[in-house]
C-alpha cells in the first residue's frame, strides 16, 4: 500500500520557537489533511489542503501542498505549551474517502 | 466538536473471548470507519462503512467485522479476541468521499490479557 513518511518523528523545542515538519509519499495524493492528536483523546482535524500549491492557515499553523502532490508540510509558529501533542498527516487515498497516516510527529514544548 | 461517542471507554478481556465496540454519531454523515491505533504504527484502517448495511475491508481487517444497520451506530466486533488485538480503537465519521475531512471519537483503550 501507499506509504507515508512522517519526519521527524520527535522534536523538544522551546516556549516561542517555530517548528517544521512534512510528510512524504510515494504516491500522489489529491487532499492532505492535518491532525493534532493529545494524549487520551481522538484526532482533531486542524487543515485540509486540496490543491497543489495550496496554502492555508489556521491561527499560528499553515500548512502547504506540495507541488508535486506527494509531499505537505506543517509549520506551527511561535510554539506555546498547549501545542504538546501528536501531529499526523493524512492522504486522500481514493474515491471512498480513505485516508492514509503517517505514524506521526511527536512535539514537546519546554518553557 | 462532531457528535461522536464510544463505548465502552475502556475494556478488559480475556483471549478468546467475543467483544463488540460501539460508535454512535449524531451528525447522519454516511461515511464511518475504524481504526486501530498502535505504536510507531499510526493509524491503521480495519473497516469502513459508506451506508446502512455497505461495508467493505480496511488495510487490517483479519480477525474483525463489522454492521451498521442505522446511519447513527457502526459496531466493530472482534470474534475471538487475540493479545494482538489490545490496542486503541477509534471511530471516525465524514460526510461524503468528495469532502473527506474525518471526525474522531474519542477512542476505546481495549486490553486482551
Known amino acids: 500500500g501507499q506509504q507515508l513518511n512522517q519526519s521527524p518523528q520527535s522534536m523538544f523545542i522551546q516556549e516561542g520557537e517555530d517548528v517544521s515538519m512534512n510528510c512524504t509519499s510515494s504516491s500522489i495524493f489529491n487532499t492532505w489533511l492535518w491532525y493534532k492528536q493529545d494524549p487520551g483523546e481522538g484526532p482533531v482535524l486542524l487543515i485540509a489542503l486540496y490543491k497543489a500549491g495550496e496554502l492555508t492557515s489556521n491561527g499560528r499553523l499553515t500548512a502547504q501542498f506540495g507541488i508535486t502532490r506527494k509531499d505537505s508540510f506543517l509549520n506551527i509558529s511561535a510554539s506555546i505549551p498547549s501545542d504538546v501533542g501528536i501531529y499526523f498527516c493524512a492522504g486522500l487515498t481514493d474515491s471512498w474517502g480513505k485516508l492514509q497516516f503517517g505514524s506521526g510527529t511527536q512535539v514537546v514544548v519546554t518553557p | 466538536d462532531a457528535g461522536i461517542t464510544q463505548s465502552p471507554r475502556h475494556k478488559v478481556t480475556e483471549t478468546g473471548t467475543p467483544v463488540t465496540l460501539r460508535c454512535h454519531q449524531t451528525e447522519n454523515h454516511r461515511y464511518m470507519y475504524w481504526y486501530r491505533q498502535d505504536p510507531g504504527h499510526g493509524l491503521r484502517l480495519i473497516h469502513y462503512?459508506?451506508?446502512?448495511?455497505?461495508?467493505d475491508k480496511g488495510e487490517v481487517s483479519d480477525g474483525y467485522s463489522v454492521s451498521r444497520s442505522k446511519t447513527e451506530d457502526f459496531l466493530l466486533t472482534l470474534e475471538s479476541a487475540t493479545s494482538s488485538q489490545t490496542s486503541v480503537y477509534f471511530c471516525?465519521?465524514?460526510?461524503?468521499?468528495?469532502?473527506?475531512?474525518?471526525?474522531f471519537g474519542p477512542g476505546t483503550r481495549l486490553t486482551v490479557t
Open positions: 471516525a465519521i465524514s460526510e461524503r468521499a468528495s469532502k473527506p475531512e474525518q471526525y
Open positions: 462503512s459508506y451506508g446502512v448495511k455497505d461495508t
